[in-house]
């Protein structure tokens, strides 16, 4: 079952500070909503181990993440793919473009797809896109406030 989420977040922050935000995995680890580890492997290649609880399901997904496709400080692709046992998969990715609005704004769009399979997939294609829209808007609002200048 797949689905597209997009949005767009103003953040508080130049250009090259946001995109540094974007390649630091201590930053992602703290964004990504249920995330336990956040190790990085190479400057493109991290595993990670992340509890996702959807609907009644609750999950542990260990997998691969991969930053593909980079522009530095304009985009990029992060692409993830975790296993979660008997409760099944989930695969997707998001491209991500930032832009300058000034010195010190930049606009971050975001266009992420999604694929889960499995028990999961089960659970019906409405309550697994609002999840999935709530997981994107937590990861990209937190992006936000951790990134923007207090």
Same mark, same amino acid.
């Given at each position: 079952m797949a689905l597209v989420i997009e949005g767009e977040e103003q953040i508080a922050a130049?250009?090259?500070?946001?995109?540094?935000?974007?390649n630091d995995p201590e930053v992602l680890k703290e964004c990504i909503p249920g995330c336990q580890s956040l190790e990085m492997n190479s400057p493109t290649d991290m595993t990670a181990s992340v509890v996702l609880k959807i609907g009644p399901i609750k999950a542990t997904f260990a997998g691969e993440v991969? $930053? #593909?496709?980079?522009?530095?400080?304009?985009?990029?692709t992060i692409a993830g793919e975790g296993k979660g046992g008997i409760a099944g998969f989930a695969k997707g990715g998001a491209d991500v473009t930032l832009t300058e609005d000034?010195?010190?704004?930049?606009? $971050? #769009?975001?266009?992420?797809?999604?694929?889960?399979?499995?028990?999961?997939?089960?659970?019906g294609s409405r309550l697994i896109t609002s999840t999935s829209k709530k997981l994107a808007g937590q990861f990209f609002s937190s992006f936000n406030e951790k990134v923007s200048a207090k």
């Amino acid at each position: 079952m797949a689905l597209v989420i997009e949005g767009e977040e103003q953040i508080a922050a130049p250009i090259q500070k946001v995109w540094e935000a974007l390649n630091d995995p201590e930053v992602l680890k703290e964004c990504i909503p249920g995330c336990q580890s956040l190790e990085m492997n190479s400057p493109t290649d991290m595993t990670a181990s992340v509890v996702l609880k959807i609907g009644p399901i609750k999950a542990t997904f260990a997998g691969e993440v991969t $930053l #593909k496709n980079l522009n530095p400080p304009h985009s990029y692709t992060i692409a993830g793919e975790g296993k979660g046992g008997i409760a099944g998969f989930a695969k997707g990715g998001a491209d991500v473009t930032l832009t300058e609005d000034g010195p010190d704004t930049t606009v $971050l #769009k975001y266009e992420a797809k999604a694929d889960v399979g499995g028990k999961i997939a089960q659970l019906g294609s409405r309550l697994i896109t609002s999840t999935s829209k709530k997981l994107a808007g937590q990861f990209f609002s937190s992006f936000n406030e951790k990134v923007s200048a207090k």
